[in-house]
């Protein structure tokens, strides 16, 4: 494509538009998109965080320490807008899943609600085994 | 409900302006009216000039597609009193450079089409006494979603993606290359993979699903996509792991 | 078959599974000791507990490879939300050596504490 035609009866000059920097924020679609694509800030974060408490895990002082650091005011605030962002990711990602992954099973396609599905329970019962291994009474 | 409504059409005459305009036209606003029967009634009784692209005026053609209020659609499927009491604003194809009034050029997408190889590839064709090739039912649907697809550019409108880098390979090429690698009758996915593979191709893809959403006839581009990038990804661990055995 | 970018089906690859591991485990760690716990919704366990949890060579494992692919999933789609979000493409270079380079630094730094735990 030559972008430097000049006029000539024959061949107009071709109108292009400019892309603007801020064109996410001219549909409501493109402004979910760059919000779900930021989420893996939120996803870096978390990883920061679980390493600051496996660091932290190793003595009783550097615990308790660690737990007084989390009730401050700016790491809670955080903590909430990531873990906002964390759930947009995971609820984005289960949804988008049918659509990336076919399965079929005896020569059969599996519907998509059931692969989203699948992945509920996966995050479901993540979630219980977590919450088991940490806090329940064995 | 009025009986007539605005079309605020974008109008570019390039020996006359740099730059393009709006105008405002007044139509008849019956039930059945769409888009198109508004444009071509400003180009019979109303203003001559404007020119546009359409054909067969039933969402078979791909023809004319046109931003209508900022949205990518076929202006022979959309009705005019969905948007009573107006205005309409009536555009061209966004993502696309424009020759004139509502007509852009689409000679990137063509070229793209091309090289996707969009036709049965065969290592050696079967002699015609062999017969036909043949294809079950349940063969046919793994691509048949992905053959509808009329060419009406809509994807790649509402796709930012292509409209960031005009480079990337875009959302029908992709889906006309998926009807075609899942084609029992087709041989021709090695090389068609060679071009997807390229970073302009599949990867330049985020899965943003807009050319989903509005695509006209349910062809999900995004779905081939993001399935083509899978295989491709699972192609590459084989081509590592087993090299001899991947195809 | 030769492709011209063979790195990229990797990326995307490292980019899934990390998105997978996060979907699933970032919502309950966040939500837990940074919001329940904090707040006194829920009690945390103690030192004695939480080490004893971690420490299993099989939790080693499992934080050492969520936290790597999590970082590569953010690496992969932050370049590409710089890309699109910023049109800077032409800083490619720059923008991937932050990125990957930083998942790669974030992996060797895993790899340090979890074999550092106790």
């Given at each position: 494509?030559?972008?430097?035609?000049?006029?000539?009866p024959?061949?107009?000059?071709?109108?292009?538009?400019?892309?603007s920097?801020y064109?996410?924020?001219?549909?409501?679609?493109?402004?979910?998109?760059?919000?779900?694509?930021?989420?893996?800030?939120?996803?870096?974060?978390?990883?920061?965080?679980?390493?600051?408490?496996?660091?932290?895990?190793?003595?009783?002082?550097?615990?308790?320490?660690?737990?007084?650091?989390?009730?401050?005011?700016?790491?809670?605030a955080?903590?909430?807008?990531?873990?906002?962002?964390?759930?947009?990711?995971?609820?984005?990602?289960?949804?988008?899943?049918?659509?990336?992954?076919?399965?079929?099973?005896?020569?059969r396609?599996?519907?998509?609600?059931?692969?989203?599905?699948?992945?509920?329970?996966?995050?479901?019962?993540?979630?219980?085994?977590?919450?088991?291994?940490?806090?329940?009474?064995? | 409900?009025?009986?007539?409504?605005?079309?605020?059409?974008?109008?570019?005459?390039p020996?006359?302006?740099?730059?393009?305009?709006?105008?405002?036209?007044?139509?008849?606003?019956?039930?059945?009216?769409?888009v198109?029967?508004g444009?071509?009634?400003?180009?019979?009784r109303?203003?001559?000039?404007?020119?546009?692209?359409?054909?067969?005026?039933?969402?078979?053609?791909?023809?004319?597609?046109?931003?209508?209020?900022?949205?990518?659609?076929?202006?022979?499927?959309?009705?005019?009193?969905?948007?009573?009491?107006?205005?309409?604003?009536?555009e061209?194809?966004?993502?696309?450079?424009?020759?004139?009034?509502?007509?852009?050029e689409l000679?990137?997408?063509?070229?793209?089409?091309?090289?996707?190889?969009?036709?049965?590839?065969?290592?050696?064709?079967?002699?015609?006494?062999?017969?036909?090739?043949?294809?079950?039912p349940?063969?046919?649907?793994e691509?048949?979603?992905?053959s509808?697809?009329?060419?009406?550019?809509?994807?790649?409108?509402?796709?930012?993606?292509?409209?960031?880098?005009?480079?990337?390979i875009?959302?029908?090429?992709?889906?006309?290359?998926?009807?075609?690698?899942?084609?029992?009758?087709?041989?021709?996915a090695?090389?068609?993979?060679?071009?997807l593979?390229?970073?302009?191709?599949?990867?330049?893809?985020?899965?943003?699903?807009?050319?989903?959403?509005?695509?006209?006839?349910?062809?999900?581009?995004?779905?081939?996509?993001?399935?083509?990038?899978?295989?491709?990804?699972?192609?590459?661990?084989?081509?590592?792991?087993?090299?001899?055995?991947?195809? | 078959?030769?492709?011209?970018?063979?790195?990229?089906?990797?990326?995307?690859?490292?980019?899934?599974?990390?998105g997978?591991?996060?979907?699933?485990?970032?919502?309950?760690?966040?939500?837990?000791?940074?919001?329940?716990?904090?707040?006194g919704?829920?009690?945390?366990?103690?030192q004695?507990?939480?080490?004893?949890?971690i420490?299993?060579?099989?939790?080693?494992?499992?934080?050492?490879?969520?936290?790597?692919?999590?970082?590569?999933?953010?690496?992969?789609?932050?370049?590409?939300?710089?890309?699109?979000?910023?049109?800077?493409?032409?800083?490619?270079?720059?923008?991937?050596?932050?990125?990957?380079?930083?998942?790669?630094?974030?992996?060797?730094?895993?790899?340090?504490?979890?074999?550092?735990?106790?």
């Open positions: 494509m030559n972008r430097h035609v000049a006029y000539t024959y061949h107009p000059r071709w109108h292009r538009q400019r892309i920097t064109w996410w924020l001219g549909r409501r679609s493109y402004f979910l998109f760059i919000l779900r694509e930021l989420s893996s800030l939120a996803v870096a974060w978390f990883v920061v965080w679980l390493l600051f408490l496996v660091r932290a895990a190793s003595g009783a002082a550097s615990y308790q320490q660690f737990l007084e650091w989390t009730r401050h005011p700016f790491v809670l955080l903590n909430i807008a990531c873990f906002a962002f964390v759930c947009l990711h995971a609820v984005t990602w289960f949804n988008l899943a049918p659509q990336a992954m076919v399965v079929h099973v005896a020569g396609r599996v519907p998509g609600w059931i692969i989203a599905a699948s992945n509920y329970a996966a995050l479901a019962f993540t979630t219980a085994a977590v919450v088991a291994l940490l806090l329940l009474r064995w | 409900m009025s009986s007539h409504i605005t079309l605020r059409v974008a109008r570019y005459r020996e006359e302006e740099s730059e393009s305009t709006f105008e405002d036209y007044d139509v008849p606003c019956p039930r059945d009216w769409v198109l029967d444009l071509n009634h400003i180009k019979d109303i203003d001559g000039t404007l020119s546009f692209r359409w054909s067969c005026r039933m969402g078979i053609c791909g023809s004319c597609g046109m931003l209508v209020n900022g949205e990518p659609k076929l202006t022979c499927a959309t009705f005019l009193a969905d948007y009573a009491p107006g205005p309409i604003r009536v061209p194809l966004r993502n696309f450079p424009v020759i004139r009034d509502l007509i852009v000679g990137d997408f063509m070229g793209k089409l091309t090289r996707v190889k969009p036709w049965i590839v065969r290592q050696v064709e079967k002699p015609l006494s062999e017969g036909e090739y043949r294809q079950t349940e063969q046919l649907d691509y048949k979603q992905f509808m697809c009329i060419n009406c550019m809509l994807c790649y409108s509402a796709c930012p993606i292509y409209g960031l880098d005009p480079h990337f875009g959302p029908a090429a992709i889906a006309l290359a998926q009807r075609y690698n899942l084609d029992n009758r087709d041989e021709g090695s090389d068609r993979m060679r071009i593979s390229e970073h302009d191709g599949i990867w330049g893809c985020t899965f943003v699903g807009e050319c989903t959403k509005v695509c006209p006839k349910h062809v999900d581009p995004a779905a081939a996509i993001q399935r083509y990038k899978l295989q491709s990804a699972l192609d590459w661990v084989k081509g590592i792991v087993l090299p001899r055995a991947a195809s | 078959m030769e492709i011209r970018r063979p790195i990229e089906p990797l990326l995307w690859l490292l980019f899934s599974a990390g997978v591991m996060s979907a699933l485990l970032a919502p309950v760690v966040l939500f837990l000791f940074g919001i329940a716990f904090p707040l919704w829920l009690s945390p366990p103690d004695a507990r939480l080490l004893a949890v420490g299993h060579p099989l939790a080693r494992l499992a934080i050492f490879v969520v936290c790597s692919l999590s970082l590569f999933h953010w690496a992969h789609r932050f370049r590409y939300t710089l890309y699109d979000g910023l049109q800077i493409k032409h800083l490619n270079g720059a923008i991937n050596s932050a990125c990957y380079g930083g998942a790669v630094l974030g992996t060797l730094a895993a790899a340090y504490f979890v074999w550092r735990i106790p």
